[in-house]
């Protein structure tokens, strides 16, 4: 492998402080809360992290708390998104003379891009940035990278090292796989999640819910070959996925991280009566899934319910 990133990676949110500052201290104790319950690697600054609305100077100063944090316990990853590319070669420098283990490069904001400005956008901004990069595709907001546009530029670009693919499909990690490149394949898509462990698609998954509940992605990690071990494991991960999807994306994950004393939960808006309302029945919901879920993972021996 052209890198060490393997397992279970947990993306960061970026905890703020009541004056909307990036609060550095509660970010390494994120990081703690994942790493301590089965993360074996950290993602400050992706999109779980909302990399768009944070600072360069602010983001250079995460990862090198992050990269403190990292050395020698955990791998770090850094998120180099932004609209301009001398900025994702800026952060990306930056982030792997710190200490982070790769970099992950999405498709610049907030325009929709061709193929081949995109093919030309990771060409040169990983050749600036001349260390591991991952290419990141977030398929749902971002200029989607196609597979045969990924795999021509794993294959051709020595910087470029893998991909985190976010994009709900399993394409771009079976091409890969199928081709038998030699990269870092990372699904970052959670629902895909036991798809992937089951064709052997994936060396990494970087994981959103994976900040606030790295037990329940674990679980899937520690079961696998187990197969009603696992099939349980995948049940509780899909069942979290369709209670988490009627919020807009990361609503949920920053309550959770509130009920669990992860970090302050910081919205870019009030919320209506309506979804106040749906707050609490999620809530009451999400209390009796982790007691489910705890329970199970305190078993002897995992058994499919």
């Not at 394409?171 to 036991?194: E, F, K, N, W």
């Not at 060396?203 to 790295?214: E, F, H, I, M, T």
Request: aromatic content about 10%; some cysteine; charged content about 25%.
């Amino acid at each position: 492998m052209p890198s060490p990133i393997q397992g279970l990676m947990a993306a960061l949110l970026t905890p703020r402080s009541h004056d909307g500052e990036v609060d550095l201290e509660t970010l390494e104790r994120s990081a703690d809360f994942a790493v301590s319950r089965g993360a074996q690697g950290i993602v400050p600054c992706g999109g779980t992290g909302e990399y768009f609305d944070i600072p360069m100077e602010r983001r250079q100063e995460m990862a090198e708390r992050l990269a403190g944090f990292a050395r020698g316990r955990c791998e770090l990853v850094v998120g180099v998104g932004a609209a301009r590319i001398s900025e994702s070669i800026q952060l990306g420098r930056h982030a792997l003379e710190s200490g982070a283990a790769a970099v992950l490069l999405p498709s610049p904001y907030f325009y929709r891009y061709s193929e081949t400005d995109l093919m030309h956008f990771f060409r040169e901004a990983a050749r600036a940035i001349g260390g591991p990069v991952l290419l990141y595709n977030l398929a749902g907001f971002l200029s989607p990278i196609g597979a045969g546009a990924a795999v021509e530029l794993v294959r051709s670009e020595p910087h470029i090292v893998g991909i985190k693919d976010s994009s709900g499909t399993l394409d771009i990690l079976r091409r890969l796989t199928s081709d038998g490149i030699d990269c870092v394949r990372i699904q970052g898509h959670d629902a895909r999640l036991p798809e992937s462990f089951r064709e052997g698609l994936l060396d990494c998954a970087v994981s959103g819910p994976a900040c606030v509940v790295p037990e329940m992605s674990a679980a899937m990690f520690e079961t696998f070959g187990d197969d009603a071990a696992f099939a349980q494991a995948a049940r509780f991960n899909d069942e979290f996925l369709q209670q988490f999807a009627h919020f807009p994306y990361p609503w949920a994950l920053k309550w959770i991280a509130g009920w669990r004393g992860i970090c302050r939960p910081s919205l870019p808006f009030r919320l209506s009566p309506e979804r106040e309302q749906a707050k609490r029945e999620f809530r009451a919901w999400f209390d009796a899934w982790l007691d489910r879920l705890q329970r199970w993972r305190k078993q002897p021996e995992r058994r499919g319910a």
